[in-house]
């Protein structure tokens, strides 16, 4: 069974920094990882997602200011967010794309993490 374990939101003021974690556990298939995150009244939007070959994408929002990264090692993957504004603010969600064969593909969601910059 995909589990996958998400960590590192919190407080922040705005201009700090914050990282968060995701790790996947039941899978080595992982091939692409990613954060969404949802606002009060917003629907969830992507923030940013790496695949297994290293290319990224970015919201046009977080541009500059957030780094995805993942360790295969680990199959963990990590959203450095610098700068944070109150735009920011939000639930973070993990969301992963498992391949268990070449014919299927799966998709898990994490808890969430809640990410709160202060003016």
């Known amino acids: 069974q995909v589990q996958l374990v998400e960590s590192g939101g919190g407080l922040v003021q705005a201009g700090g920094s914050l990282r968060l974690s995701c790790a996947v556990s039941g899978s080595r298939a992982v091939i692409r990882m990613g954060w969404y995150r949802q606002a009060p009244g917003n629907q969830r939007e992507l923030v940013a997602r790496i695949s297994s070959d290293g290319s990224t994408y970015y919201a046009d929002s977080v541009k500059g200011r957030f780094t995805i990264s993942r360790d295969n090692a680990k199959n963990t993957a990590y959203l450095q967010m610098n700068s944070l504004n109150a735009d920011d603010t939000g639930v973070y969600y993990c969301?992963?794309?498992?391949?268990?064969?070449?014919?299927?593909?799966?998709?898990?969601w994490g808890p969430g993490t809640q990410v709160t910059v202060s003016a």
């Open positions: 969301n992963v794309l498992v391949r268990p064969t070449t014919l299927s593909f799966n998709e898990y």
